[in-house]
């Protein structure tokens, strides 16, 4: 009966038991440990109540003792224990990267605040500075305008102040970048040609020389002759032989003057080339801006190159306006000869219709009839194939001139090609290397030399067999 009584399952009482049971039952009653009751107990109570004798009588309720040793089945303990323990390790470490974070963020912030209120006062100092300047760009003018007369102070005079620095020619803009392969391109094939006609010029210029001497002899002719207008036949051919000795010259100073270009165009390229090596070969330092920032190398590279470029495009340009001048003020001496041989021409055929009627003969007949075949005369036979040919001499030397001037008008359309293509941002152009530039500025150093020297050479010997140094040395 004890043994039932333990194992938790309900025991019945009735008025057959024995006293041992009715013992054990008070016992269990008088227990100090708590019971529970069913819902079917608590009735049996509230029935006990409205009835105290019912209330006596033990066993007429139905009595759950708990059992201490039997308990409800639980996960085993160790292994709940480890996954509580891998729970917490992970909290806490999220826990710890979180305050980390928050006092690494709090920690950049405070230094921040603290770096921008000390830049407060150097930031304000460049601002000022930045504002000064463009207020002062802006009323420079009017600034040298109102202090002008300060410039007439001894020392002041040289300064800045009062020297502005030169505009910017008007409709010229510089170069954003480079085009050194078609520059020195256009460069080469230019001066090559001018090289090779002006050897021919510098020949053409002797031819005139040699025949301005034979006119002056002529004109002595005529002024000793029988001619009824001598006097005004004799003027008209010492006028001719001063605009063929002008025009030789300038023949003479034009070829000269197609030299001393292609020496610039070589001494502006050498300085380009020996420029961009050495800002190339040039170390960053920690010092200069361009150390501090890896990208400002190259645009300071860039830089070199581009204003290299502006200098060896504007020495082209002065190169080229002067020689231009100077082809067209060949032209106009070549046609005033033109003109003067058509006076003497109409001033002979009025004196003598015998003569012949073509301008290129008219002097060599001339000189025939005036005493080209007296005895006192005969060591003077080569003024006669000098005069009949003087008129060609001219034509040769206008044909050199033209076509001398025809391509320098030719550089000039490709400068400004070239000078609009590279005034334009660099993104609308072609990203040429730096290499590429070397490379095109040593090799037009190299055709140009090599067309000096030749052209030199060529020059050289027209003048020997002109001279006929040549032919008197064999």
Request: net charge positive.
């Amino acid at each position: 009966m004890v043994s039932r009584a333990t194992t938790g399952d309900p025991v019945p009482t009735s008025p057959h038991a024995s006293d041992d049971h009715w013992e054990d039952v008070e016992d269990i009653e008088n227990h100090p440990r708590p019971f529970t009751l069913t819902p079917s107990s608590s009735g049996s109570v509230r029935v006990g109540i409205s009835s105290p004798r019912k209330r006596r009588f033990v066993q007429t309720r139905t009595t759950y003792i708990a059992s201490p040793a039997r308990k409800p089945a639980l996960p085993p303990t160790p292994k709940k224990t480890k996954l509580n323990r891998k729970g917490v390790a992970q909290e806490e470490i999220i826990g710890h990267a979180v305050q980390g974070a928050s006092f690494t963020l709090r920690y950049v912030f405070s230094i921040l605040s603290i770096a921008i209120r000390l830049l407060r006062i150097p930031l304000a100092l460049l601002a000022f500075l930045w504002l000064l300047a463009l207020i002062v760009g802006r009323i420079s003018l009017t600034l040298r305008v109102a202090f002008g007369p300060l410039c007439y102070v001894p020392g002041l005079y040289g300064s800045r102040f009062c020297n502005p620095p030169p505009r910017a020619i008007a409709g010229v803009e510089q170069p954003r970048w480079a085009d050194y392969p078609k520059l020195v391109d256009i460069q080469s094939t230019t001066f090559e040609h001018l090289l090779d006609g002006s050897v021919g010029g510098s020949g053409l210029a002797l031819e005139i020389k040699k025949a301005e001497m034979a006119t002056t002899d002529l004109a002595t002719l005529v002024r000793i002759s029988n001619l009824k207008s001598r006097d005004m036949l004799s003027d008209t051919l010492g006028e001719f032989v001063e605009d063929a000795k002008k025009t030789g010259r300038d023949l003479q100073k034009l070829s000269s003057k197609i030299g001393g270009a292609v020496d610039s165009i070589m001494a502006i390229n050498d300085h380009a080339l020996h420029s961009i090596e050495a800002e190339q070969s040039k170390p960053p330092t920690i010092m200069s801006l361009y150390g501090l920032i890896p990208w400002s190398a190259q645009k300071a590279l860039n830089d070199v190159v581009a204003h290299t470029f502006g200098e060896a495009m504007g020495v082209l340009a002065s190169s080229m306006q002067r020689l231009i001048l100077e082809a067209e003020v060949n032209i106009a001496n070549l046609d005033k000869l033109e003109e003067r041989l058509m006076t003497i021409h109409d001033l002979v055929s009025r004196e003598d219709l015998s003569l012949s009627s073509a301008k290129s003969e008219l002097l060599a007949d001339l000189w025939t009839k005036l005493g080209g075949n007296k005895k006192k005369l005969r060591g003077f036979e080569s003024h006669l194939d000098l005069l009949k040919n003087l008129s060609l001499y001219r034509k040769k030397a206008l044909a050199h001139v033209v076509a001398s001037l025809q391509a320098l008008n030719t550089l000039s359309s490709d400068m400004e090609d070239i000078r609009e293509r590279v005034a334009a941002p660099e993104l609308m152009g072609p990203s040429i290397p730096i290499q590429v530039h070397m490379k095109s500025i040593k090799s037009g150093l190299e055709r140009l030399k090599d067309g000096r020297v030749r052209a030199k050479k060529l020059e050289e010997d027209t003048v020997r067999r002109i001279l006929g140094i040549g032919e008197t040395s064999g």
